[in-house]
Nanobody, 127 residues
Framework: HVQLVESGGGLVQPGGSLRLSCAAS????????MAWFRQTPGKEREGVAA????????YYHDSVKDRFTISRDNAGNIVYLQMNTLAPEDTGTYYC?????????????????????WGQGTQVTVS
Protein backbone atom coordinates (compact mmCIF):
# COMPACT_ATOMS: atom_id res chain seq x y z
CA HIS A 1 0.00 0.00 0.00
CA VAL A 2 1.64 3.19 -1.21
CA GLN A 3 1.28 6.30 0.92
CA LEU A 4 2.59 9.81 0.39
CA VAL A 5 1.77 12.04 3.33
CA GLU A 6 2.45 15.76 3.09
CA SER A 7 2.85 18.09 6.06
CA GLY A 8 4.12 21.56 6.83
CA GLY A 9 1.56 23.72 5.08
CA GLY A 10 -0.10 26.68 6.71
CA LEU A 11 -0.69 30.40 6.68
CA VAL A 12 2.32 32.66 6.26
CA GLN A 13 2.83 36.33 5.53
CA PRO A 14 4.40 37.49 2.27
CA GLY A 15 8.17 37.21 2.49
CA GLY A 16 7.97 34.35 4.95
CA SER A 17 9.11 30.75 4.72
CA LEU A 18 7.66 27.28 5.04
CA ARG A 19 9.12 23.81 4.72
CA LEU A 20 6.91 21.08 3.33
CA SER A 21 7.65 17.44 4.01
CA CYS A 22 6.39 14.30 2.29
CA ALA A 23 6.82 10.94 3.97
CA ALA A 24 6.67 7.99 1.59
CA SER A 25 5.93 4.36 2.31
CA UNK A 26 5.18 1.28 0.22
CA UNK A 27 7.67 2.13 -2.55
CA UNK A 28 11.42 1.61 -2.97
CA UNK A 29 11.91 5.30 -2.27
CA UNK A 30 15.53 5.58 -3.37
CA UNK A 31 14.54 4.36 -6.84
CA UNK A 32 11.79 6.91 -7.38
CA UNK A 33 11.84 10.44 -8.71
CA MET A 34 9.92 12.78 -6.44
CA ALA A 35 8.15 16.03 -7.19
CA TRP A 36 5.99 18.79 -5.79
CA PHE A 37 3.01 20.16 -7.68
CA ARG A 38 0.57 22.86 -6.71
CA GLN A 39 -2.96 23.78 -7.66
CA THR A 40 -5.24 26.72 -7.07
CA PRO A 41 -9.00 26.78 -7.76
CA GLY A 42 -9.74 27.24 -11.43
CA LYS A 43 -6.19 26.55 -12.55
CA GLU A 44 -4.41 23.47 -13.78
CA ARG A 45 -2.09 21.63 -11.45
CA GLU A 46 1.46 22.73 -12.19
CA GLY A 47 4.83 21.23 -11.44
CA VAL A 48 6.86 23.23 -8.96
CA ALA A 49 10.00 21.19 -8.36
CA ALA A 50 11.36 17.69 -8.86
CA UNK A 51 14.34 15.66 -7.75
CA UNK A 52 15.93 12.57 -9.21
CA UNK A 53 16.13 9.31 -7.29
CA UNK A 54 19.73 9.98 -6.28
CA UNK A 55 19.11 13.62 -5.49
CA UNK A 56 21.80 14.75 -7.91
CA UNK A 57 19.41 16.34 -10.43
CA UNK A 58 16.66 18.83 -9.81
CA TYR A 59 14.09 20.83 -11.72
CA TYR A 60 12.36 24.07 -10.75
CA HIS A 61 9.52 25.99 -12.33
CA ASP A 62 10.74 29.42 -13.41
CA SER A 63 8.44 31.11 -10.90
CA VAL A 64 10.15 29.46 -7.91
CA LYS A 65 13.79 29.37 -8.97
CA ASP A 66 16.11 30.87 -6.34
CA ARG A 67 13.28 30.80 -3.77
CA PHE A 68 12.38 27.11 -3.39
CA THR A 69 14.70 24.17 -2.75
CA ILE A 70 13.77 20.52 -3.11
CA SER A 71 15.77 17.88 -1.25
CA ARG A 72 15.39 14.28 -0.16
CA ASP A 73 16.48 11.94 2.58
CA ASN A 74 16.64 8.48 1.07
CA ALA A 75 17.41 6.89 4.43
CA GLY A 76 14.25 8.35 5.94
CA ASN A 77 12.02 8.15 2.84
CA ILE A 78 11.22 11.87 2.97
CA VAL A 79 11.26 14.62 0.39
CA TYR A 80 11.27 18.28 1.38
CA LEU A 81 10.37 21.57 -0.23
CA GLN A 82 11.92 24.59 1.43
CA MET A 83 9.99 27.68 0.36
CA ASN A 84 11.47 31.10 1.01
CA THR A 85 10.37 34.61 0.13
CA LEU A 86 6.82 33.43 -0.30
CA ALA A 87 4.38 35.56 -2.27
CA PRO A 88 0.57 35.52 -2.52
CA GLU A 89 0.81 33.81 -5.91
CA ASP A 90 2.41 30.81 -4.20
CA THR A 91 -0.89 30.12 -2.47
CA GLY A 92 -2.37 26.75 -3.32
CA THR A 93 -2.64 23.11 -2.43
CA TYR A 94 0.76 21.45 -2.68
CA TYR A 95 0.94 17.80 -3.69
CA CYS A 96 3.80 15.38 -3.36
CA UNK A 97 4.19 12.86 -6.18
CA UNK A 98 6.38 9.84 -6.91
CA UNK A 99 7.36 8.30 -10.23
CA UNK A 100 9.06 4.96 -10.55
CA UNK A 101 11.93 3.97 -12.80
CA UNK A 102 12.64 4.79 -15.45
CA UNK A 103 12.18 8.43 -14.53
CA UNK A 104 14.17 11.49 -15.42
CA UNK A 105 14.59 14.85 -13.75
CA UNK A 106 16.68 17.75 -14.94
CA UNK A 107 16.65 21.48 -15.62
CA UNK A 108 15.62 20.98 -19.24
CA UNK A 109 13.09 18.20 -18.65
CA UNK A 110 9.49 19.45 -18.34
CA UNK A 111 7.70 18.32 -15.19
CA UNK A 112 4.53 16.63 -16.35
CA UNK A 113 1.48 15.38 -14.49
CA UNK A 114 2.01 11.70 -15.30
CA UNK A 115 3.53 10.79 -11.93
CA UNK A 116 2.57 7.38 -10.62
CA UNK A 117 1.56 8.12 -7.02
CA TRP A 118 0.14 11.21 -5.35
CA GLY A 119 -0.41 12.50 -1.85
CA GLN A 120 -3.55 14.18 -0.57
CA GLY A 121 -2.07 17.64 -0.54
CA THR A 122 -1.30 20.31 2.02
CA GLN A 123 -2.62 23.87 1.89
CA VAL A 124 -0.26 26.81 1.69
CA THR A 125 -1.74 30.27 2.07
CA VAL A 126 0.37 33.40 1.72
CA SER A 127 -1.53 36.43 2.92
Amino acid sequence: HVQLVESGGGLVQPGGSLRLSCAASGIPFSSYCMAWFRQTPGKEREGVAAISSSGRSTYYHDSVKDRFTISRDNAGNIVYLQMNTLAPEDTGTYYCAADGPPCAVGPGIPLRLGYEYWGQGTQVTVS
